[in-house]
């Protein structure tokens, strides 16, 4: 019997240095604080942080293999170029230093710069320095920037952030420490993870009833008390049925409404006038804010007459039709809202939905009384914008949670923005036992940056003429020429889609390739796996890279990937920059982006370089400082022309948003001694602080600054001050939404200024409802429903994230390659086995794959984990890896294009009004694999092979012990 490869009872190994370092994690979006053990400088062991705010020390799957990611044989460790006389995709590189490479680049964009910025291109993944990334891309003076939230949850951000100033992940959620009664609807297994793990199981051992209504019942919704299966695309009936009931039923908060959201504001109702379905304004009455005026009226209960909002002793009437004195019709906004709702009976709703018209009436019931019944009371004494002083906070204790399910629907916009009011009707919004905000939320509605406004803001050798990405408030902040055509390359803040507040990333490739609506030169992809799971067409994606005009160029003629390890995109490089490892490097989770805040108060992280980079690897902030230095844009060096920052610690230190601001990435141990917080002048030893504090810094705001905040006197202030916020005036709820209705009116011609092209007047004026409203997803109008009668969905496990963590050699054992799940019944009809080969077929593609029983998902719903299958050889795989012979990838039968109006033209399957990637809206058919077919996975594709700089594939398993690599 051989010894065991690790004692545990067995003395030390003696003159072993062993060290302990804190950090960020990076397996996933989390962002939870880590311990990393080292013995003689090598990762050994990685435990979750007791001390942070966020996980408290518990660690999950993804964040202890973080070793395994450390190691993995598909780093890519040295710069590399496409050999001369290659072809793209081929996977033929050679070394080069990085001083050529950066000449490289260089050269390429300083060129482009100076004749025609918008020719560069700057997309990432799931990154987490947009403010660098963006910052970047504006300085350069290239429209064209956008990070992955486009076909991520872009839906789940604007829908709530267009209605309540705020949404969920990381700028809010439930409190589920006070809720009673929790709906989550669908949330995938992976977001906020930890945390939420955490909050769900104290929620249950605590007596809350926990509700999931998803089409699968996988990950949390595994241990939920109800699981109310759902068809896909059709919650927004669901929850429109709910607010009917809410309504019918009396169990909406009015007190909550009147005073903090615009359902008693009157909305004009003469047809005949150009501010139709706006809300009238009293011309004598304060603005409050100029940018953003307030002076709405209210139709007053108690002197029966219209009254500025919010008048000193006035109520306002919620419900009926009124005259103003110059013979306008009105109605408040609240009216119209019950108008819309009449018709959304629970019957309604379930014959689109599949859940019964009583399981509806049953929870809409139990969410009024829960909330009316169980009313919580803190003594925290608060006072509102107005000045009216409360002595305690209430709250209604009904909680929910939803993600990417809602979001990745043509119709999600909708969809979200009902969920938003139906939590308003309810009175949840920042109050305990409901949604809270995180800082930097609330925001304004909508937050006040804006993208840029036309051509002319780019221009050569300038930083770009306003923000790449923003808010879009009214058509005038639209990013479209004088015919109304976009200016950026996946044509975001256009006519096609003018909200799309994180752009459209899954169109830009197609657009590229086409040259619509102009050809571009470099396109720069930093972890965005564009080539595989990443794209919704993934053939058709890789036939793009490498296609070539008439005169033998390709169509985008020079591609540069930075990623950490070898990828099905890295193929299609030109040029390849390794980076580094979450564990090499500094970064940081900014207030600026995408902090990691709790409700009670702002928080932001760093990650420190744990170990040294492996190789020549570099991280990309580093590579986007030196760029940026060689550029000579102008946020990174003197008007001599000199670098200000040595490199990305010293950016990170000094950085301020306006010169003197006090602002900068990081919100802790500002000022020159460290003693400052939120603003302050530049220290230098900020980042040594972070470091000995645990990598983080918690701003603990007063009880009385806690809830309430977008009518919160004291926190507006401070809020002002801090610079999280430019204004201090109140954020009212739009439950209408007069924002959308002024989109509605230019379509129709009815207001002046910008306006859209003729073809796209109907589609704006369609979608652009002040009131949500159901429809059905767009491709179920481009599909035979008969021949394609099930939805289909891909994904994340809850053990991995993304295809960066698939290749991980723990994290496979957990998932070593994926089925597609489909209800018994629904299989069994269709002849096929459990466990057997199937075909699954759409009208864009097909796939065969392995089929698995599941009782767990809706009989008109199959379902797969996304990125787990891979093209043969990538990530350093062997050839015949199980994740490349019998994993597959769903996005093969999702296209990114649907037909546009006229013949040959083309329109982004996304949502109308967000560009949201509609991922869950394609619609399948599934039939047996005949006997005799080839037993693995299709399509597949030519094996990849390492490029120089990566570690031969181990073979077997790798036993790591007492720092040495053995393979079995």
Same mark, same amino acid.
């Given at each position: ?74 780093? %890519? &460790?040295?710069?590399?170029? *496409?050999?001369? $006389? #290659?072809?793209?995709? /081929? ?5 080069? @230093? ?33 403010? %660098? &990334?963006?910052?970047?891309? *504006?300085?350069? $003076? #290239?429209?064209?920037? /956008? ?5 991520? @949850? ?815």
């Amino acid at each position: 019997m051989s010894s065991p490869i690790h004692d545990p009872i067995a003395p030390p190994i003696p003159d072993v240095a062993t060290t302990v370092k804190t950090t960020t994690c990076y397996m996933c979006a989390c962002r939870c604080g880590i311990k990393v053990h080292l013995r003689d400088g090598e990762v050994r062991y990685i435990e979750g942080n007791p001390d942070h705010p966020l996980n408290k020390g518990v660690i999950c799957a993804k964040g202890g293999s973080g070793i395994m990611k450390q190691y993995s044989p598909a780093r %890519l &460790t040295k710069p590399l170029r *496409r050999k001369p $006389g #290659t072809e793209r995709g /081929a996977n033929q590189f050679e070394e080069i @230093s990085w001083d050529e490479t950066f000449d490289i680049l260089e050269k390429r964009l300083s060129h482009l710069r100076a004749t025609d910025p918008k020719k560069f291109a700057l997309f990432t993944g799931r990154d987490q320095m947009q403010a %660098l &990334t963006g910052l970047f891309a *504006r300085q350069f $003076g #290239t429209p064209n920037y /956008a990070a992955h939230g486009g076909f991520c @949850s872009v839906n789940m951000a604007a829908g709530m952030i267009y209605t309540i100033g705020g949404s969920f992940w990381e700028f809010g959620g439930p409190d589920l420490e006070r809720a009673r009664v929790f709906y989550m609807i669908g949330t995938a297994e992976d977001h906020h993870s930890n945390p939420l793990k955490s909050a769900i199981g104290e929620f249950k051992r605590n007596g809350g009833r926990f509700v999931a209504i998803n089409p699968v019942r996988s990950g949390y919704a595994a241990i939920a008390d109800e699981w109310i299966p759902i068809k896909p695309g059709t919650d927004g009936a669901l929850i429109l049925a709910i607010i009917r009931e809410i309504i019918a039923l009396g169990l909406y908060d009015r007190e909550f409404l009147a005073r903090y959201t615009n359902s008693g504001q009157l909305v004009n109702q003469d047809q005949s006038s150009q501010d139709f379905g706006m809300f009238v304004r009293d011309p004598a009455g304060d603005v409050i804010n100029p940018l953003r005026p307030h002076n709405f009226m209210w139709w007053d209960r108690h002197s029966d007459r219209a009254v500025a909002d919010h008048a000193k002793g006035a109520d306002p009437r919620l419900q009926g039709e009124y005259i103003l004195p110059d013979g306008t019709p009105v109605k408040p906004a609240f009216q119209l809202l019950k108008e819309r709702v009449a018709d959304c009976t629970p019957e309604w709703a379930a014959d689109i939905t599949g859940i019964p018209a009583d399981t509806i009436k049953r929870i809409a019931h139990e969410m009024g009384i829960t909330a009316r019944d169980q009313k919580i009371e803190l003594p925290i004494p608060w006072t509102d914008w107005w000045g009216e002083e409360h002595e305690t906070v209430t709250g209604n204790p009904v909680a929910f949670h939803s993600m990417r399910g809602l979001a990745a629907h043509s119709n999600g916009f909708q969809s979200i923005r009902a969920l938003a009011i139906l939590m308003s009707l309810l009175g949840t919004i920042d109050r305990p036992g409901g949604f809270r905000h995180k800082a930097p939320y609330p925001r304004a509605i909508p937050p006040n940056a804006r993208p840029s406004k036309g051509p002319e803001a780019v221009q050569p050798n300038t930083p770009l003429g306003g923000a790449p990405l923003g808010w879009a408030e009214t058509p005038d902040d639209l990013f479209v020429d004088a015919d109304g055509q976009p200016v950026r390359i996946d044509k975001g803040f256009s006519w096609e889609h003018p909200l799309s507040a994180h752009g459209l990333m899954h169109n830009v490739i197609t657009n590229a390739w086409r040259g619509d609506p102009y050809p571009i030169d470099t396109l720069l992809l930093f972890m965005a796996n564009m080539a595989w799971n990443s794209s919704m067409n993934t053939a058709q994606v890789r036939d793009m890279l490498t296609d070539k005009n008439a005169d033998g160029g390709y169509k985008i003629p020079f591609i540069v990937v930075c990623d950490a390890f070898q990828s099905e995109t890295t193929a299609f490089a030109d040029l390849i920059l390794p980076d580094t490892t979450y564990l090499e490097r500094n970064d940081c989770m900014s207030m600026l982006d995408r902090p990691i805040s709790e409700f009670d108060g702002p928080v932001d992280a760093v990650r420190v370089p744990i170990v040294a980079p492996k190789g020549e690897c570099k991280p990309f902030q580093e590579v986007l400082v030196e760029l940026a230095g060689r550029l000579k844009l102008p946020a990174f060096t003197t008007a001599e022309g000199g670098r200000k920052f040595s490199g990305y610690k010293d950016f990170v230190i000094n950085y301020e948003t306006a010169p003197g601001s006090g602002i900068g990435f990081l919100t802790g141990w500002r000022g020159k001694d460290g003693d400052q917080a939120m603003r302050g002048e530049p220290n230098p030893k900020q980042w040594e602080m972070y470091e000995k504090n645990g990598c983080f810094f918690q701003y603990h705001l007063p009880p009385s600054s806690q809830y309430m905040r977008n009518w919160n006197k004291e926190y507006m202030e401070w809020s002002q001050q801090a610079g999280l916020r430019r204004d201090n005036d109140p954020i009212i709820i739009h439950i209408y939404s007069e924002l959308l209705q002024g989109f509605r009116l230019a379509a129709q011609g009815k207001r002046p200024g910008k306006q859209p092209p003729d073809e796209l007047r109907e589609r704006v004026a369609t979608y652009f409802d002040p009131l949500p409203f159901w429809y059905a997803p767009l491709e179920d109008e481009q599909s035979d429903l008969k021949k394609y009668p099930l939805n289909a969905l891909t994904q994340r496990p809850m053990a991995m994230y993304h295809s960066w963590d698939s290749q991980n050699v723990w994290l496979r054992q957990i998932h070593t390659y994926n089925y597609l799940y489909v209800n018994s019944a629904t299989a069994a009809a269709a002849g096929i086995a459990d466990g057997g080969w199937m075909w699954v077929e759409s009208q864009w593609g097909k796939v065969r794959c392995l089929c698995r029983y599941s009782e767990a998902v809706e009989p008109g719903t199959v379902w797969t984990w996304n990125a787990i299958g891979k093209s043969s050889g990538a990530w350093n795989l062997s050839k015949d890896a199980n994740e490349s012979q019998q994993g597959f990838l769903l996005n093969h039968l999702i296209s990114e294009e649907l037909r546009g109006q006229r013949q040959g033209t083309h329109i982004s399957n996304s949502d109308p009004i967000t560009g949201q990637a509609a991922w869950y809206d394609v619609r399948v058919r599934i039939y047996p694999a005949e006997a005799g077919e080839a037993e693995h996975s299709y399509p597949q594709f030519e094996s990849m092979q390492p490029v120089p700089g990566m570690e031969p594939a181990k073979q077997g398993w790798l036993a790591w012990f007492a720092g040495k690599g053995k393979n079995k």
